[in-house]
């Protein structure tokens, strides 16, 4: 009796320890597995986008760095301003939240180091892709000189008019440059525009972002773009300044820098979170 | 960024603790800090030391980094300064259990290119591991003339008594830069050592799983593997050398921020390891290199230039 007891209680304390050691394996299961309860996204936010200017993978430091692009032309870039407005962002439902328009047109400037545009009160959300232009389209700049609002004192004290009448320049692009048949360090100025309603240069960009950009109450993106200026002259367009070196109004040159301007924006990360220190 | 803090775990190691008479019948292992940069993690966390040895013991570990602040190839390097002083200590529970524990205690400083410098200081992330020797042991007292093995496996538990800094996962530096990752890890480990005679060769292997924080961060999951050769050379009945040199291998998994990947967070380490042994009685005095063969953390943003250990350890 008394030793079947001790079978017995030895049996349990065996089972014990099987329950014991199964317990443990569960909990690191667990704990280590994803709990991916995807918490619903409320609310809304700002969204920041960085427009981080660089000459191909380095970082664009005016007028103290020069580089030799593809056509063998040394530039030294002293300004980098342009336009950039009317704002969309797409979610992982395919839904597109557009930024009111007339508080969508921003100009970035590596020489004010204003390059951060910050759109609010953005709905909760996942968002996967992000749409803007480069320049002023035609509609607003068709609704006058008053509705324009503050973007025209902005856009004047960036340098990125030339007049009412010939419009906006959506970039600004300057600095001097040498090359085989230039041998003497001479300046470049490539700005370009729409030319009043004659000529649409204005341009729209869609990007991936890569990471998705997560949006609430608590959560404020900022998407990290880097603007490639190489690709302003030495894009898909290649455009020599020795045999031009002012680029202003040109009904021929113009269009193939708004197409190279476009498409020198990439993302490079998507940072979420609410705590950023930069 | 990081690697991550993982890198640094090599330095955990230690040099085989060694009893007055049975030195050589010491593997050491070490049980490496997680994730790279360490710092991030909780710091190395080593666990080595003689496989059959229970010790206390005060570890410096000292890390050096260079982490790319900002996204540029032109953009500036700044220096990352990662020190421990740990605590930590082996302790048999019954006949084949071996309790380790180590709370670890940083302070990191980095420059960055204005001169300003950030300084991180505190407790990290204390750890636990019950290792089972698989392999019954022969007494101490037995000299054994044929080659001895050792095996074990360990499960443990790194608790998240460092702080996390959600701050520095942001902008392009170095995401380990951290006292602790914030969240709990478990690990997964298997030391296997052979002594003959003098000489002894040990080879770790251990797997760290991470958990999401607090602060939605999950460090990658990180694999480490170790292989060290030693000789003992005794100078006197109560004085000893014992001479190491090793290779060990670190690999990071990708981190993920709210479930987000986080692109170029894995990364992959090699490093040669030296290091110098003295035992005189109950004392061990180590000191240990580990200098990085090869190396690729955070897409090249972050690179490990060195790290040092320097420990005294008292078998018990």
Known sequence: MASAFIIKYQKMKFIYKILAITLVLTVFVSCSSDDDTATELTGENSVTIEFDNSVGSDDLLLATSSYTNSQNETLTITRLNYIVSNFRLTNDQGETFTYEKDDSYFVTSEETGNTEVVLENIPAGTYVSITFGVGVDQEKYLQGAEGQGDFLTVAEETNMMWSWQAGYKFLNFEGTFTSETVTETTDFKVHMGSHGSSLDNYKEVTLSLGTDALVSDEMSPIVHLVADANAILDGAHKLSLSEQSVIMVSEEKSPLVALNTASMFTVDHVHNGSEHSH | ?316
């Open chain 2, 1 to 316: 960024m990081l690697l991550l803090g993982g890198l640094l775990s090599a330095k955990a190691n230690d040099l085989p603790e060694v009893g007055s008479y049975c030195i050589w019948k010491n593997t050491e292992f070490e049980y490496f800090c997680d994730t790279c940069g360490c710092g991030g993690n909780g710091g190395s966390m080593g666990f080595g030391t003689g496989l059959n040895n229970n010790f206390v013991g005060l570890r410096y570990i000292g890390q050096k980094y260079r982490s790319r602040d900002g996204i540029f190839d032109n953009s500036p390097w700044i220096n990352e300064n990662f020190n421990t002083v740990q605590a930590w200590g082996k302790f048999p529970v019954g006949k084949r259990v071996l309790i380790n524990a180590l709370l670890p205690y940083h302070f990191h400083n980095r420059t960055f290119a204005d001169n300003t410098e950030q300084t991180i200081t505190g407790v990290g992330d204390a750890t636990v591991l019950a290792y089972y020797n698989v392999l019954r042991q022969t007494p101490d007292s037995i000299i054994s003339i044929k080659p001895e093995h050792v095996f074990q496996i360990g499960v443990g538990v790194k608790l998240p008594t460092g702080s996390f800094d959600a701050a520095n996962i942001e902008g392009s530096v170095n995401p380990s830069f951290q006292l602790g990752t914030g969240s709990w890890d478990y690990i997964l480990a298997a030391n296997y050592g052979v002594t003959h005679r003098n000489w002894g060769l040990s080879a770790l292997l251990n797997y760290t799983i991470k958990t999401e924080n607090s602060k939605n961060y999950l460090f990658g999951n990180q694999w480490n593997v170790a292989v060290n050769t030693y000789k003992t050379f005794y100078v006197s009945p109560s004085v000893s050398l014992t001479p190491q040199f090793g290779l060990g291998a670190e690999f990071f998994e990708e981190n993920r921020e709210f479930n987000l990947t986080v692109p170029d967070t894995r990364g992959d380490v090699y490093f040669a390891r030296f290091g110098l042994e003295t035992n005189y009685n109950r004392y061990a005095l180590g000191i240990s290199s580990m200098i990085p063969i090869s190396q690729n953390l955070n897409e090249g943003k972050v690179e490990v230039k060195n790290r040092v250990s320097l420990y005294l350890n008292i078998n018990i």
